[in-house]
């Protein structure tokens, strides 16, 4: 298909079963120094899911939609959990594959976003092996933003009025990234409110819409991007709300977590009326993106000073 003969799904996995649930946290968090507690605290939200993340299931659901739309062979690796992607490289080789372009499942920029899948492409490259062309940002591109129109609309006719207010969420970081995402920094926050603004306008609405965050982690003396969407929830002046996971494309455990059980739960004691839109999934529209992007010339890496990893916290 143009320059490319295959195309590989990058993605962040997620544990399948009980047993997989710490394993594939102490991948998530190796080298960062993050205290066992922590972990610990957050093994128990997927334990109240069975130990099942639907974010893997949801790769294969992309992958299958994929296929039909694409004349090349489609592969689907992760960063923390199986199948992981240098195993699917070592595939790729084995299948003869020269070149891939590269779709990560996020569709920002930023550190955890974009820079550290160029970091995930270095690592599992290997010799002999194909190319991997990471795709561009996509969180502007049509194809998405139609996807989000249709899951917003959707959930608002679910809720059964017009006058709720949109409240689009995206997973906090801390300031300090936020500032230096981007050649010239705030590229984050920035792209996301495009974004949010984009699938407004699809939806020919004129009310004003909040941007708020969510999934936020680490020691409480750093800042993150705040407000969080419980805290907004809270504060809110409203009839009803309609929850927006705009800056996520598939249901991870932050989706059915953080904004199905918690901030449903805050609803609920509020009295405040809320619907969650789907995330943008196997969308048709999103999925014939996918393609868009393989047919556009080859993108231009971001450099590597754009989106600098966050300073780590020392292991004892």
């Known amino acids: ?57 949801q790769n294969r ?46 569709a920002f920029a930023g550190y955890s976003s974009c820079r550290q899948y160029y970091e995930d492409i270095a690592r599992i490259s290997i010799e002999g092996g194909p190319e991997l062309v990471k795709m561009r940002h996509y969180g502007e591109h049509p194809g998405f933003v139609a996807a989000m129109a249709d899951h917003t609309r959707a959930a608002l006719e679910r809720l059964g009025r017009d006058d709720a207010r949109l409240v689009f969420t995206a997973h906090s970081i801390p300031v300090s990234m936020a500032e230096t995402a981007g050649p010239e920094g705030g590229l984050y926050e920035a792209q996301l409110r495009r974004s949010a603004e984009l699938v407004n306008q699809a939806l020919g609405r004129t009310q004003p819409w909040d941007l708020v965050w969510q999934s936020r982690s680490g020691p409480p003396q750093v800042p993150w991007l705040e407000p969080d969407v419980c805290d907004h929830l809270r504060k809110i002046e409203a009839p009803a709300v309609v929850l927006v996971p705009i800056g996520f494309v598939s249901d991870h455990m932050e989706v ?22 789907a995330t943008a999934g196997t969308h048709p529209r999103f999925v014939r993106m996918v393609r868009e992007l393989m047919e556009e010339p080859e993108p231009v890496p971001c450099p590597l000073t754009c989106c600098p990893p966050p300073r780590r916290r020392p292991q004892a």
């Open 61 to 106: 659901d992309l992958v299958e939609a994929l296929r039909p739309v694409l004349d090349v062979p489609v592969y689907w690796g992760n960063r923390n959990w199986h199948p992981f992607g240098e195993d699917t490289v070592r595939q790729m080789k084995a299948d003869g594959v020269r070149k891939a372009a590269v779709f990560a499942t996020s």
């Open 1 to 57: 298909m143009g320059i490319y003969d295959a195309l590989l799904v990058l993605s962040f996995g997620g544990p399948e079963g009980p047993d997989d649930v710490m394993p594939f946290l102490e991948n998530v968090v190796r080298g960062r120094g993050v205290p066992r507690e922590r972990l610990l605290e957050v093994a128990e939200h997927y334990q109240s899911f069975g130990g099942v993340s639907p974010i893997n299931q």
């Open 256 to 277: 059915v977590y953080d904004l199905d059980t918690e901030a449903r739960a805050v609803a609920a004691e509020l009295g405040l009326p809320m619907e969650r839109a």
